[in-house]
């Protein structure tokens, strides 16, 4: 019983061991079948999108250089999306702003259809921009000057049922006509024309346009309005993207106006300093050196432009010059309080004669201190008026700038 039992147990391992070989063997199989399918399954999609794009782009049938319409009577039409990035910097001296564009086109080609399931079920593949006939986009500066931003290395997706698509990505820098009175609050209105410039007008056309804003990054300018006009140019369909900018300015208030408004409100009190101080006529000349040096520091900020002159520039150089008028009027009213009466004079190589000079030192004394009483009146009663019109002046101009830039 022992050596059957013993068989037995001998016989059970066996056919286990054999059963998990088998296994093995049968998930080794499909792990070998799977593979093989991955790679007939990566040879023939390979095989089916070359044969497609060899179809699509096969210059027997297909024309890069020709416009897919057709019949005469056909125009094709393009769907548009315009969008620019938030950051913008503008260059007052050029007249020009830099941006970033981006620009997407999309159209129906009939050349460029295919049914799918005769190429491996492949429903979109991209091309070459040269291999296909696609818009040549041009960016007129509002000049004569332009800038192709289709090149050789952009793509395009073409869909099976003829659907083109085409993503533009662009900086580019144009012109813009700038006023910067209103400097640091001013807004600008710029416009970008579009054109395609190897279609006429009755080939082309513009139909669904949208326009967006990439929020990109904070810069100084903020976008406020944005859109579009379809125009016509010289037989060419005009697409004009139009934006208006705002500048931010907080930065220019905080480093530039209140501290120009506070030296400037501070320039008339010269004029309250007494004659006989002797710190007069320095205060004045101290203000008009801090000012000219603080001018030099802020002239790097200030907006550079032949076209037009910032009001905040034209109130800087008149405060300025009334600082140079104030240092003037101090100087007079200094010498106007401390003139001396020269017929008093006595010199003192003479021999003192104590009768006569103490008669000449009485009346010296007595025409000293009318003089003295005349020149303090004199001398206060003109800091008296140019104080009043020092700070008249300044009050009406602060308050004329912050009006006009405001508002």
């Not at 000049?143 to 083109?164: A, K, L, P, R, Y």
Request: proline share 3%.
């Amino acid at each position: 019983m022992a050596v059957i039992y013993d068989q037995f147990i001998i016989m059970t391992c066996l056919y286990q061991a054999q059963c998990i070989i088998n296994h093995i063997r049968e998930g080794f199989n499909s792990f070998i079948c799977y593979v093989e399918q991955i790679h007939v399954t990566s040879s023939d999609y390979y095989k089916h999108k070359m044969k497609l794009i060899n179809d699509l782009t096969d210059y027997t049938r297909y024309q890069p250089s020709q416009i897919p319409l057709q019949n005469n009577s056909y125009s094709l039409p393009i769907d548009a999306v315009i969008s620019i990035g938030n950051s913008i910097e503008v260059r007052e001296e050029t007249q020009s702003v830099l941006l970033d564009i981006w620009l997407q086109f999309k159209w129906d080609d009939f050349l460029m259809t295919w049914n799918s399931s005769n190429f491996g079920n492949i429903s979109t593949v991209r091309l070459d921009i040269d291999q296909i006939w696609h818009p040549k986009i041009g960016i007129f500066f509002g000049t004569e000057q332009e800038s192709i931003v289709t090149d050789s290395n952009t793509q395009v997706q073409v869909s099976h049922d003829g659907t083109v698509f085409i993503h533009i990505i662009d900086s580019t820098s144009v012109r813009c006509f700038l006023d910067v009175a209103k400097f640091p609050f001013d807004k600008q209105s710029c416009e970008i024309y579009i054109v395609p410039l190897n279609a006429y007008k009755s080939e082309i056309y513009f139909r669904n346009i949208s326009t967006e804003i990439k929020i990109i990054g904070e810069g100084q300018w903020d976008i406020l309005t944005h859109g579009y006009i379809l125009e016509e140019r010289s037989n060419n369909a005009l697409l004009t993207f139009a934006f208006v900018i705002e500048r931010r300015p907080s930065y220019y208030v905080t480093y530039v106006i209140l501290p120009i408004m506070a030296t400037s409100l501070l320039n008339p009190v010269v004029f309250l300093i007494p004659a006989d101080s002797g710190e007069k006529v320095s205060t004045a000349v101290t203000i008009l050196l801090s000012y000219s040096v603080f001018l030099g520091v802020i002239s790097e900020l200030l907006a550079k432009t032949s076209t037009s002159i910032a009001m905040l520039s034209i109130y800087i150089v008149a405060s300025q010059l009334m600082s140079g008028l104030y240092v003037f009027l101090c100087v007079i009213i200094v010498r106007r309080f401390n003139r001396l009466d020269q017929n008093t004079f006595v010199c003192p190589c003479f021999p003192k004669n104590n009768t006569v000079n103490d008669g000449i030192d009485s009346a010296k004394e007595s025409n000293d201190e009318t003089s003295h009483k005349e020149s303090y009146y004199d001398a206060g009663k003109i800091d008296r008026i140019c104080a009043r019109v020092a700070f008249t002046f300044t009050f009406t101009a602060t308050i004329a700038l912050s009006i006009f830039l405001l508002l």
